[in-house]
């Protein structure tokens, strides 16, 4: 089967959005199509989740979609480029949502994007942490918030301001190495009896950018390679999150 544009970005087919897919921390972030537009090479998608703002800074995008292929689902991706930002985008005479505006171009290709996928949790699919800089232990909810996570890396975020005295964290610097401890907590098969797991890994500071916005400051931390049985219980954690992002999304 031949794949193009018209036979993979329909309206209603779950995407997701990949930012800087070459780099060494690529960004994914669930959409959904709203409207598709194939003589002007345009589409119409759903606000990410996370959530993408005009000053996001990224230096490539490419939209993406799983197809099935000869023996399993693929995933397929063009470049694009985002138009416009829509805040009142009208599905239907009672609906409006924040949507993206994008143009595609170039050719389709398969890509891979398990290692790039990055994701936020939330309240269902929930993560705390502890890290380890320089011999002092930070943690979650306390010293940081985590922004999102991936088979590769975390991005956190640190305030600019922690009780009125500057945050010790802002003292990290690009290429410090450190320790983590991961709890991941999901639903468990009986109803209110969460899974708990725990993953402990080395983290290296590979970004740091002070103008995220007003309030904080986003650190990027590249994990070291895992453990096989590690690394499956963190790519199941974050299918499954995945999964039920897709899900509430497709309720619009």
Not at 32 to 39: P, T
Not at 135 to 164: C, M, Q, R, V, Y
Not at 218 to 241: D, M, S, T, V, Y
Request: overall charge positive.
């Amino acid at each position: 089967m031949t794949h193009t544009p018209e036979n993979i970005f329909l309206p209603g087919t779950p995407v997701e959005m990949v930012f800087n897919i070459d780099s060494l921390l690529p960004i994914s972030r669930n959409s959904i199509i709203f409207d598709s537009n194939f003589k002007t090479y345009e589409l119409i998608i759903s606000q990410t989740t996370p959530r993408t703002s005009k000053s996001f800074e990224y230096e490539t995008l490419h939209i993406t979609a799983l197809k099935n292929g000869s023996s399993n689902k693929i995933r397929l991706g063009m470049k694009c480029s985002v138009l416009d930002f829509i805040d009142n985008y009208r599905l239907n005479k009672e609906t409006t949502e924040q949507a993206i505006k994008l143009k595609y171009s170039g050719k389709i290709s398969e890509v891979n994007i398990r290692s790039a996928f990055r994701i936020k949790p939330n309240n269902i699919y929930s993560i705390m942490a502890k890290l380890i800089f320089k011999n002092k232990e930070f943690l979650s909810a306390k010293h940081f918030k985590i922004f999102d996570i991936s088979i590769t890396g975390i991005g956190i975020l640190i305030p600019n301001i922690s009780s009125k005295t500057e945050n010790p964290m802002a003292d990290l610097e690009l290429g410090d190495l450190g320790k983590i401890g991961i709890i991941m907590k999901e639903p468990g098969p009986e109803k209110d009896i969460p899974v708990i797991k725990t993953l402990i890994n080395k983290v290296k500071i590979v970004r740091i950018n002070k103008k995220f916005n007003q309030r904080y400051t986003l650190i990027g931390c590249q994990f070291a390679p895992w453990e096989r049985n590690l690394e499956e219980e963190l790519g199941k954690f974050i299918h499954k999150l995945q999964l039920f992002e897709i899900r509430h999304l497709q309720k619009y």
